[in-house]
């Protein structure tokens, strides 16, 4: 189902074994392969593909057909940045597009050892389109004004509305919600909210401005202790109900990223747009926040002035429990 099961191919892959898989791989090489000018090309129209697919896949396992697919998105996209850099030289790469959605390519990607610096537009699907319109806009505008274009970085991805609490308390009245549910103000709910995370409780968040694209970054998330790989069980049976492959995500405090992290690069990770291997002591705090089977993660990294009141309910879990990061997963029931 498209805008759906991509992600959960990319979650299932690290299931298969790789004496299956390769099996698999000639099916999909004979779709799409580099030419000697290292542009991508193919002699299957796209629209007959899934009929290709169907007869040359079936009764083939379906971790296995998961592991072919992202074995040879991860070939055929390294060969070809492998190929450029050595043309052109630039070691410095930002990744853009739907097929960037692949956290896991991007960890191979930048794990090359010929490049220099990776950058992954946040949400990197069809929605940073607007992003891309907006700096073309810009520059046609700096053009007819013979002024000197500058493009700032995005330091920040909550864009969205926001809610007054007046707004959010006369929303509580006119639903009956005081009538329904204990409805209490905590002096301080970062406080609050850290104590219950503390004591395995299950938190929605919903502060401040909602998040721009595919990923919850703290203002519309359901966060739980990451200690405890029974809440993945929780979550999912009460609220998400995913598949029981598909890994949950980390937000990790900027001072903890040596603690969990494997990134010797210091690629950013700003945005839950990459996957990195995980230290031991990840694999104990962060267990309900990486992938079971690779232990990889795809986190969240959080300065505190990006977000300071969820980074300060991060803080203040790490004061109760020692742990500097929370499990971290969106605000939506699945497939919302």
């Known amino acids: ?90 070691y410095n790469i930002a990744l853009a597009g739907g097929v960037f959605m692949n956290v896991k390519m991007n960890q191979k990607i930048g794990e090359l050892s010929e490049v220099a610096k990776l950058i992954v537009v946040p949400s990197a699907g069809d929605e940073t389109t607007a992003l891309g319109a907006c700096v073309h806009g810009l520059g046609e505008l700096c053009r007819k004004n013979a002024a000197e274009l500058k493009v700032n970085k995005i330091d920040s991805l909550y864009l969205g509305m926001e809610y007054s609490d007046k707004e959010i308390e006369e929303f509580l009245r006119t639903g009956g919600y005081f009538e329904k549910y204990k409805i209490t103000r905590p002096e301080n709910i970062n406080k609050e909210i850290a104590a219950l995370l503390a004591q395995n409780q299950v938190v929605a968040r919903f502060a401040g401005k909602i998040e721009f694209g595919a990923r919850a970054l703290g203002n519309r998330s359901i966060l739980a202790n990451s200690l405890n790989r029974e809440n993945v069980k929780l979550i999912n049976e009460m609220i998400k109900n995913r598949d029981f492959w598909m ?50 993660s795809r986190p969240q990294v959080l300065v505190r002035e990006a977000n300071p009141g969820y980074y300060e309910v991060i803080e203040e879990f790490k004061k109760l429990t020692g742990i500097g990061g929370v499990l971290n997963t969106s605000l939506n029931l699945n497939v919302e």
């Open 1 to 90: 189902k498209p805008n759906e099961h991509e992600f959960k191919v990319m979650g299932l892959a690290p299931y298969a074994k790789k004496e299956h898989l390769v099996k698999l791989l000639p099916i999909f090489e004979k779709i799409l392969w580099l030419n000697a000018k290292d542009e991508f090309e193919s002699r299957v129209p796209m629209h007959l593909v899934k009929y290709y697919l169907r007869d040359e896949l079936i009764y083939q396992r379906f971790d296995n057909i998961a592991g072919a697919i992202q074995e040879f998105s991860e070939k055929i996209v390294l060969d070809w940045i492998s190929r450029w850099i050595g043309k052109t030289g630039v």
């Open 247 to 296: 890994p949950f995500a980390a937000t990790i405090l900027d001072s903890d990223v040596g603690r969990y992290l494997v990134n010797p690069k210091n690629l950013d990770a700003s945005f839950m747009a990459i996957t990195f291997n995980t230290t031991l002591e990840a694999q104990k705090d962060l267990s309900a926040a990486i992938h079971p089977y690779d232990k990889t």
